[in-house]
Structure formats: C-alpha cells, structure tokens
C-alpha cells in the first residue's frame, strides 16, 4: 500500500514519482494500492495526469481538512503562495504573510496536513488487517503522511518503508516558517522517530542519504526521480534561440548573474538580441519578473503561466536550453528537481545554475547533458551562452548524453521492487 498525499488531478512534480512507479509496478507482479485524500486542496491542478493512472489499481480516498482552506478566506493570494512554496520576501511580508508562516511553523507539525493522521490510521489499520497487507509505504512531503506510518508500524506487524522526496528539517524552506525553539525540537524528534522506526528509508539523492546516514542505523537507499519514455513526440525546434524554464521559479532562486549576461549580450549582439526569447512555463514570482524588467529583457518573456505536463513535455523538446535554477545555499546541494530528468531525455542542452557540488552538478557531469555554473561565474556563464548561440545558429545545438537509461521511470521501478 501506498500512502501519498498528491494523485491526480494534482500537478506539479510532487505526484509523478508515485504515479510512474504505480503505472509499472505490475510489469514486476506487484500490485499496488494507493491511499490519497478525497478533497485535497492542491495548489496546482493537471487534469491530464488523471490518463496516467492505470485502470487496473486500487485507489482508496478518505476526506481530509485543509486548514489552507481556512487561511485563504483570510488572504486567498497569500494562502496560495506559501502553499505553494513561494514564499515572499522577508522585506515584502505583510502581517498577514507572517502570522500565516507562523501558524504554519509552529501550530501544524509537521505541517499542515497533520489533521489528517489520527482518522487515517484509524481507517487503514482496519483495512490493512483485513487484506493483509503486509507492507506499507509513505511518501512526504507532507512529512505527516510518514506519521501514519509511525502508527501503524507501531500498531501492526508490517514492513514500512519512508520515502522523502526531499529532506525533512534541512529542506530550504524550513527556516524560513518562523519556528519557535519548540517547533524545531518537535520537527528534529518527529523525523528521528521516523528514521529510526521505518524498515527501509528511501531518498531522492546521494547528499539527503549522507545527511540521514547520520541519523540513523536503518537502511537507507537512494532512488532518484525519473523520466518517462516520450517516443511519440516528434516536436520541431523553436526558429527562436528559446531559453526555457519549466516549473515554478521561486523568488529565492532567481538568477540574477543570467539576466545581466543576457542584458550583455543583448547589447553587445544586434542578432542575437533578434533571435533571443525567455519562455517560462509555471508559476514565476513577481521579484524574479521585477529583476528581469530591471535588467531590460521584459520584452524577451513568454510567460505561458502553469502548463499541463504534456504541454511542459512538448515545450523542452522545442526549446534550445533548458534553465535549471536552485537557491545558492548548503541545503539546496541535495535538491534533485524532477524536471531535470525529463531534461535529460529531451536532448536540449541543460543551463544549470545552482550552489557548487550539488548533486544536479554531478549528474549533469555524468550524464553529458548540461552545463552547471555557481550564481557568480558570470564570464563562464556568459561564454557558454555565447557557444550555445553559435551551435544554435548553425543548427548543431543538441546534447550526447551518456548513462540516462539507468533514470527511466521502469528501471527506478525495478530498484524499488528488489526494496520490496
């Protein structure tokens, strides 16, 4: 059985990885039964991910209450913001953005969805006693969900397994919710007793492993995010030198060092200045559109605004660099984005810029895919542009990649089962 909080209609890059692992568990004879809730209140909605969900599974719903549905009769733009984790600005909070990150740090531990734990466990305790069920696995963010684990691991004779798709009290935001001593002792207790209780702890990348390694004895594995196999795509490139960025674009990992190389070529290139157009597919904070009409490239966005995943899919094959953004901070090294490894099938090369010795750094070494630059090498950035614009204007602008076969959504499935 797994346990999640995001299933279709939720978007956003929080239900794919359960979904694929769903949709090809059944080619190793496992079959899975999802637990999601009924009326989540998602921030992002994708209909089409609904024809993701093979016809074959079992998927239980039961109701949950969403005090974010409380909050936004307050402040419906501020609720959807942070729960959606674009989180303003220290200097641009209002009262009401700060008494809701308080709220939220310190009266919903873990986090928001912690109502939804005692009734949860209550119903799947009976059902898993009645289908024997004989493992189990939680999938957070929202760490709550691992909460239900905690108990029924405690109730039940049942192998659990605690999959984080991010880390738990080092993941960027964290510090930012206004915690008080309290709320940080309770969060670091809540996550040792998870890691220390799950049979099996899954991780997204190699840093979060290291991270847990310290914290635990149990086992503990890392199974990255993936692709899925876009065969039947066959879309043209765009006649424009397109730089894309897929996927929300967070106030705090706005590239500034990019908008002034941009700003530089565009003055020093009357064709390149021509040719050049910013496409952004997904929720964009207003200080990363404030810094580029600062630097003067407003008239170079397309702002598409969310996009179905088909669209997004559609919209890396055509574009001629892909943007990879992350906060320049310690925390963020453990980050892997799912889009990347949609990135990586798409052969458009990948612009990553980030904090130095991430693991989105490695891969992209690994993989010959892209090019990783700190949020200062402004000249290096700048030259490699500039050669991606040469290779563009002579159409040889693609990638050669080495090794993504092992990020296939079918072989990541097939690590899991040997978990399993």
């Known amino acids: 059985m797994i346990i999640t909080y995001y299933w279709p209609p939720a978007g956003g890059p929080g239900v794919q990885r359960w979904l694929k692992f769903v949709k090809y568990l059944p080619h190793f004879n496992v079959d899975p039964i999802v637990y999601c809730p009924e009326n989540a209140n998602y921030p992002i909605i994708d209909p089409s991910m609904i024809n993701e969900v093979p016809q074959s599974v079992t998927v239980l719903k039961q109701p949950i209450r969403e005090p974010f549905k409380l909050a936004g009769k307050i402040s419906e733009s501020s609720t959807k913001q942070i729960s959606s984790g674009l989180i303003p600005k220290k200097e641009k909070q209002g009262i009401v953005d700060k008494l809701l990150l308080f709220a939220r740090g310190n009266f919903f ?52 397994i605690a ?24 969060h670091a207790n809540l996550e040792r007793k998870v890691l220390n209780s799950a049979d099996q702890v899954v991780v997204t990348t190699r840093l979060t492993k290291k991270e847990f390694k310290s914290k635990t004895n149990q086992p503990v594995e890392v199974i990255t995010n993936g692709y899925d196999y876009q065969s039947n795509f066959i879309i043209p490139k765009d006649t424009k030198f397109t730089i894309a960025h897929i996927g929300s674009l967070l106030t705090e990992r706005n590239p500034k060092v990019l908008w002034q190389v941009l700003k530089d070529l565009v003055d020093d290139n009357t064709q390149f200045a021509q040719d050049l157009k910013l496409k952004f597919l997904g929720v964009v904070s207003d200080d990363v559109l404030e810094s580029i009409n600062q630097a003067g490239l407003s008239d170079y966005v397309d702002n598409h605004g969310y996009q179905h995943h088909d669209k997004a899919i559609k919209e890396q094959l055509s574009s001629q660099l892909l943007l990879l953004l992350e906060i320049d901070s310690e925390e963020s090294k453990a980050i892997l984005p799912g889009k990347m490894f949609e990135y990586l099938i798409s052969g458009t090369p990948i612009i990553a810029i980030g904090p130095k010795g991430s693991d989105v750094e490695v891969i992209l ?31 040889e602008l693609k990638t050669h990649p080495i090794g993504i076969e092992a990020y296939s959504r079918k072989a990541l499935t097939e690590k899991l089962v040997k978990l399993l």
């Open 163 to 186: 999959d984080f798709r991010d880390p738990w009290t080092t993941i960027g935001y964290h510090k930012e919710l206004k915690l008080t001593k309290f709320a940080k002792l309770k």
């Open 365 to 395: 070494k690994q993989t010959n895919t892209g090019y990783y630059f700190s949020h200062n090498d402004r000249e290096a950035l700048k030259n490699r542009i500039l050669d991606c614009y040469k290779r563009y204007q002579n159409e």
């Open 109 to 160: 531990i873990p986090d928001a969805r912690k109502n939804w734990i005692k009734p949860s466990t209550k119903f799947l305790k009976q059902f898993i006693d009645e289908h024997k069920i004989d493992t189990i696995i939680t999938t957070g963010p929202p760490h709550s969900l691992h909460l239900i684990g905690l108990q029924l691991k405690q109730q039940l004779q049942i192998n659990w």
